[in-house]
């Protein structure tokens, strides 16, 4: 407030002296001090002007310094960077043609070379930065890859949800080498892992505790894979609503296992990788007629029938079963069911009996 009261005493002094002078400037008196019509009117101008200085000061200095720090808080280094270059590039190129666009016609030749930077600097920025993946490939010219090391992790960065960390898959998955960029984990993340793992209900609170136990297990294997940053939009209320405006944001994937946001990011042309899909895509295939070995280990909600599991989560479900409980037989696969929680598959015991 003291910073803020500061500047509106500057604005109040700055907007009286421009009151004061488009005040003179009105009257047309050489000497308004010694003109008393004249200066009542600079004095009325001077007082409009130190009152509108102190109040719009603040939103002509403060308020969009603030905006740009929070912008540029926001945005990676690497759109920093390119947008700089691209901007000093459109630059450069605008003046180059400021001199041949000088020699137009009055007025063309004060308009133009003004346009021209206009122009070119926006190209340049834009350009920049929606090719800054190449242009950082072009300037690294291949020496990041010729040095890569196992621990060096260049490639598309992802946002992690709470869902998909609590889960714990994610950890498997990128121990395996299957995620080539790093993992992003918002602060806003962490909070609401934090406020799960301190409920009073004892499933959230293990849920929750579970999520950090991943996120320290990722950080301890692979330091240089998991990034904790405190990127935030503060627009925003809901974590779903600000994990899809920073993917937006940055162009990056979204990682999770929550159905409604899968369904809300898709929507806003957000990419996202579910874990759930990636499991039901890997699973073993198997067809009607198949033979397969299974452990029947519980009774089906059907008179008679057996429940047994593959080993990759695969519920089979084996028509008069029951009386094969807790033993490992052949079955024959009738049927595959593609059901929104994954497979299921019936099956029959091979002998008939």
Not at 4 to 12: A, H, K, N, Q, S
Not at 128 to 149: F, M
Not at 170 to 182: K, N, S
């Amino acid at each position: 407030m003291r910073v803020e009261f500061i500047f509106r005493i500057i604005g109040l002094i700055v907007f009286s002296i421009i009151g004061w002078q488009v005040g003179g400037m009105f009257t047309g008196s050489p000497d308004p001090l010694h003109d008393p019509v004249a200066l009542r009117y600079v004095a009325f101008s001077a007082v409009v002007g130190a009152a509108l200085g102190f109040v719009i000061t603040p939103w002509l200095t403060i308020r969009p310094s603030s905006w740009a720090r929070r912008v540029i808080h926001q945005l990676p280094a690497t759109q920093l960077l390119a947008g700089t270059a691209g901007l000093a590039l459109g630059l450069i190129i605008a003046a180059l043609l400021a001199w041949p666009l000088s020699l137009l016609p009055v007025p063309f030749n004060r308009i133009f070379p003004f346009i021209g930077v206009i122009i070119f600097g926006y190209l340049g920025v834009t350009i920049a930065v929606t090719r800054q993946r190449d242009l950082i490939a072009i300037i690294q010219g291949g020496r990041a890859r010729g040095r890569a090391h196992d621990n060096d992790y260049e490639g598309l960065p992802v946002l992690l949800d709470t869902s998909v960390i609590i889960d714990g898959r994610i950890a498997d998955i990128a121990a395996t080498g299957f995620i080539h960029g790093p993992m992003i984990v918002p602060h806003f993340v962490l909070s609401e892992l934090q406020h799960i793992a301190d409920s009073s209900d004892i499933l959230r609170r293990n849920r929750g505790r579970r999520g950090l136990e991943i996120l320290e297990q990722l950080r301890r294997n692979m330091p240089n894979l998991i990034r904790f940053s405190d990127l935030d939009v503060p627009e925003a209320r809901q974590v779903d609503e600000k994990l899809i405006h920073l993917a937006q944001q940055l162009r990056c994937p979204i990682v999770t296992n929550d159905y409604n946001l899968n369904r809300v990011a898709v929507l806003q042309g957000v990419k996202v990788l579910n874990i759930n899909e990636l499991a039901n895509a890997v699973k073993t295939v198997v067809l009607p007629g198949e033979t397969i070995s299974v452990d029947i280990i519980q009774e089906g909600r059907e008179a008679g029938q057996g429940v047994g599991y593959l080993d990759d989560g695969t519920m089979i479900v084996v028509e008069d079963g029951q009386r094969f409980l807790g033993r490992t037989i052949q079955v024959v696969v009738t049927k595959v069911l593609q059901t929104d929680k994954g497979r299921m598959l019936f099956a029959q015991p091979e002998d008939g009996r």
